[in-house]
C-alpha cells in the first residue's frame, strides 16, 4: 500500500528529499518495549512526555488500514502516570479538574481535562481510580507531576505525588478482544468502557482497562513492572497469530476522524475546555471545588469565541500540518488549522481546527491555506461522520 | 571529515542499518529560525521543551571542530523563557532555588538550579534579572510554566507568569566576539561573562548576553519577536562570511568535555544538586527562603552516597548513550554513565557518569559496560582537564 494521498509519504520531518533523524539520548527515555518495536520496524518517533513515542511502522495509510481491520500492539508507555495518594488524593485530583470526580467508582477511568487558575488546558489526562485514596493520571504532553506537586507543596494538600514504574501497553483494533482473551482469558470481554480490572499474567496482577487512542475499540494494559514489558508483547504476538497482530501507534488519520485533540498541537494552555468542545466535562452546575472555577464560569457566561471543528478539505492528497494553517472566510482570517490527514475513508482531507465564531457552523464553507494552495472546505462535526458525504453535513 | 570515532556515526536512533524518522505534527512546534535551519542542512532534531531543537549538520565530529575553531549560529529557541513579573516575582524565583538571589542585580544572568520540596532538581536554568519585579527563567527541558504557576497558585504569591515571545539564537565559538561586534557594533565587547545588555538590531533592542551551552565563548540573543527571527539568522550570516560562520547546536562531544549536564539525562528530579555538583549554588549559610531548605539541609547533614564525575574511558571509538551505561568496581555496581562520546582532543572516550562514593575518588579504575562490550575507565574530574592524559588525572 502507498500512501499516494498524503503527501510527503510518511509525514517525516523532511529537509529537501531528505527525511530527518533524531538523535538519542538517555535523556528521550526508552520503554520496556522499545527492543521489540524497533525489532518490529518502527520508522519513525515522536518524542512525548520526555520518551519516545513510536508513530510509524508501515506507511500512515497502511498502518492506518491495519488498525481498522485487524489489531495493533502499541508502546504508548509514553503516556505517563502520575500516582497521587493519601488523605488528600481525591480532593487535589478535583482541584485540578472541573470535571465532577465525587461520584466516581473504584475501578472507573475518567477523562478529565485539567485547567489552571485561568481556566486554560493543562492537560487532558484519563484519571484511574484505584481506590479513595489513590488515583493515577494517565498523562498527555506535558509535566503533571511539577504542575501537581507544584499546587500540593503551597495549598498544603496531604498527599504523595510520584511517576510510579507503570509504563501502558495499547491493544487496539476490532479483533482486541480476541486477542486479549487468549493471553488474559475470557474476563477482559466483560471489562466495561472506561472500566479497569485486575488480571493475572505470569502470575502478576497487571491493570487492563478498555481504554484507548483510538475509536477502533481495544485496551491499554498498566505494565508496573518494566521487567515484565518484553515477556507481555512477545505473548501478544504468539496469541495474535490467528488475528494478523501487528505493531502499530496512534494513527493521525484515524484519530483525525475520530475527533481525537492531541495535547500540545489542537488545544493548549491558551485554550479553555469550552473551546475545545469539553464543555460537558465543566461540571460548573454543581458544587465542584477546584482551581479554574472562577474562570470557568467567567468564560461560560461570556461565551466563547472560537471553538474547535472538524473540516473536510476538498483535496486529492495533503501534506501533515507541521505549523498552523490559516483559514479563511471570505478572504478575512477565521481561524487555523492545526493537524490534517488525507483519509482514504472519507475520500478527502480530515483536519482539526479552532474556528472564529463566524465560520463555525456545520456545513460551511471556507479556505485553507495548505502547503500546496488555498483549498476548498467545509466544516464538520468532530468526530467526522464518515458515513456522508462531505458535501451532506450541511443538510 | 569523518566520525570513525564516534560508532553509530551520526549517533542516529536506528533500526538495524536505517536511521528512524521523527514524524512532524504541529505538537512539536518549530521556531523562528527553523526554516533557515533546515535549508542550512539540518541533519537531526531533538525535541526540547516540546519544540524543535537542531543537533546534528555535517557530523558529531565535524561540528565539533568547527566549533572550536570558528564560530556557529544555534537555533537554541527551544530554550523556553518562563517570564515572572510581578511585586513578588524575586521572592517567588528565590522560593524556587537554593542560590541566594539577594544580591542579583539587573542585567545579571544566574545559573541557578530549581529543586521541590524533596531537593531533587527541576530544571537548571538561567535566570535573567531584568528588573526588580521581573525575571525571565532560560529553562531546560522540563515545564517549568506549570510549576511555577502551582506554586504561585497555592502559594498567594502576586506575580503573571507567562511563556513570552522570546526565541534565544546563540552565537558560539571563539570568533563569536568578532562575528556580534559585525553585527551589534563594539559594544558587545564589553559585555561581561553572564551579563546582559539591550542592544538595537534594525531599530529593535534585543538582550544580548554573554553565555551559551558551549565552552568556546559566545553569546546568546534573546529575539523578543519572531518576526526577526530570520532577519537576524541572514544578518549573521552575511556578516560571518570572513570569519568562517556555520550552523551548529549543542554538540554531544563539545558539552561533555566542558562538563555541562543535560537536565533529564544527567540530572533529574530524582537528583539533588549536591549529587550533581551544584553545591556551590545551595547557599545554606545565608538565610535565603526555599521550598526545599529542610530537605537540603538535611542532605547536607547527612552527605551524599554519590556524585557526578567525568570517566575517560579506554576506547578508540564509542556509540552515543540512549540508556544509561553501568559502572563497577571489581565487578559490583558502582554507577551509571548517561551521557558518553569519542573526544578526538582526549583521544578517548568521555563520559558523563553518577559514582557511588566507593569509586568516586578521581583517578579511580573502573568498568564501564558500553554496547561495544566492557571497557577499562579513570574517573576524572568535570570539565574534563583536556591537557593531561587519561593516566594522569590520579597525579
Redesign the interface.
Known amino acids: 500500500m502507498t500512501d499516494k494521498g498524503n503527501a510527503g509519504a510518511?509525514?517525516?520531518?523532511?529537509?529537501g528529499a531528505?527525511?530527518?533523524?533524531?538523535?538519542?539520548?538517555?535523556?528521550?527515555r526508552?520503554t520496556p518495549f522499545s527492543d521489540r518495536v524497533?525489532a518490529a520496524?518502527?520508522?519513525?518517533?515522536?518524542?512525548y512526555n520526555?520518551v519516545?513515542l513510536p508513530?510509524?511502522f508501515r506507511s500512515l495509510e497502511a498502518d492506518y488500514r491495519h488498525l481498522k481491520e485487524h489489531v495493533q500492539l502499541w508502546d504508548v508507555a509514553a503516556q505517563r502516570q502520575v500516582e497521587i495518594r493519601g488523605p488528600d488524593a481525591l480532593r487535589l485530583v478535583q482541584w485540578m479538574t472541573p470535571r465532577d470526580l465525587s461520584r466516581a467508582i473504584a475501578g472507573q477511568c475518567l477523562y478529565a481535562p485539567l485547567v489552571?487558575?485561568a481556566g486554560g488546558v493543562?492537560n487532558d489526562p484519563v484519571v484511574l481510580k484505584l481506590a479513595d485514596d489513590r488515583c493515577w493520571l494517565s498523562l498527555a504532553?506535558?509535566?503533571?507531576?511539577?504542575?501537581?506537586?507544584?499546587?500540593?507543596?503551597?495549598?498544603?494538600f496531604e498527599v504523595a505525588i510520584e511517576e510510579p514504574d507503570v509504563w501502558p501497553l495499547a491493544v487496539q483494533g476490532p479483533k482486541s478482544d480476541d486477542l486479549m482473551a487468549a493471553v488474559f482469558g475470557e474476563a477482559v470481554r466483560a471489562i466495561g468502557f472506561f472500566r479497569f480490572a485486575r488480571l493475572p499474567f505470569r502470575g502478576h496482577e497487571l491493570i487492563v482497562a478498555r481504554s484507548g487512542w483510538s475509536k477502533q475499540g481495544g485496551f491499554e494494559i498498566y505494565v508496573d513492572d518494566a521487567a515484565l514489558g518484553g515477556d507481555l508483547w512477545d505473548a501478544l504476538v504468539e496469541a495474535g497469530e490467528p488475528f494478523d497482530v501487528g505493531p502499530g501507534c496512534p494513527n493521525?488519520i484515524e484519530r483525525i476522524e475520530g475527533g481525537l485533540l492531541?495535547?500540545?498541537?489542537?488545544m493548549t494552555?491558551q485554550h479553555n475546555p469550552f473551546e475545545c468542545g469539553l464543555g460537558k466535562y465543566c461540571h460548573l452546575d454543581r458544587p465542584t471545588a477546584f482551581?479554574g472555577r472562577q474562570s470557568l464560569e467567567a468564560i461560560a457566561a461570556a461565551g466563547i469565541k472560537r471553538q474547535i471543528r472538524g473540516l473536510m478539505i476538498d483535496v486529492p492528497t495533503l501534506s501533515?500540518?507541521?505549523?498552523?494553517w490559516p483559514v479563511r472566510l471570505a478572504g478575512e482570517a477565521v481561524g487555523q488549522v492545526?493537524?490534517a490527514a488525507f483519509s482514504p475513508d472519507a475520500g478527502c482531507g480530515v483536519a482539526i481546527a479552532m474556528i472564529d465564531a463566524a465560520a463555525w457552523a456545520i456545513g460551511e464553507q471556507v479556505t485553507v491555506e495548505t502547503p500546496h494552495g488555498p483549498a476548498d472546505a467545509t466544516v464538520a462535526t468532530l468526530p467526522f461522520d464518515l458515513a456522508r458525504p462531505a458535501g451532506a453535513v450541511a443538510s
Open positions: 510518511a509525514g517525516l520531518v523532511r529537509h531528505a527525511a530527518l533523524g533524531l538523535l538519542a539520548t538517555s535523556r528521550l526508552r524497533e520496524g518502527v520508522k519513525a518517533y515522536t518524542v520526555h519516545l508513530v510509524l489552571d487558575e493543562v504532553d506535558s509535566d503533571v507531576l511539577l504542575w501537581a506537586r507544584g499546587l500540593a507543596s503551597a495549598g498544603g493521525m492531541s495535547y500540545g498541537g489542537d494552555l482551581l501533515p500540518c507541521v505549523a498552523p492545526t493537524s
